[in-house]
């Protein structure tokens, strides 16, 4: 997980860490921990953040360069 890229992401976006909280459902205190490496996202933390910050699960992972989001399906909650 690149954890630079969700800073700088969140950073482009002119949200707070406490604004993410709001999107994502994760705590303040936990997403602060995330950024620093401190701590994990699980696979749905990841797709929610992915979601907040319009990008790919794939861009927050290094695997691409894309920040543009895939397409999405309907049926994707």
């Given at each position: 997980m690149?954890?630079?890229?969700i ?15 709001m999107?994502t459902?994760i705590?303040?205190s936990?997403?602060?921990?995330i ?15 992915a979601?907040a ?25």
């Amino acid at each position: 997980m690149k954890l630079s890229r969700i800073r700088e992401l969140r950073k482009e976006r002119g949200y707070t860490q406490v604004k993410m909280q709001m999107l994502t459902g994760i705590d303040q205190s936990a997403y602060s921990k995330i950024e620093r490496g401190e701590r994990y996202l699980s696979f749905e933390q990841c797709k929610r953040v992915a979601q907040a910050l319009h990008t790919s699960m794939d861009y927050l992972a290094g695997l691409t360069d894309e920040k543009k989001p895939y397409p999405r399906s309907n049926r994707a909650e």
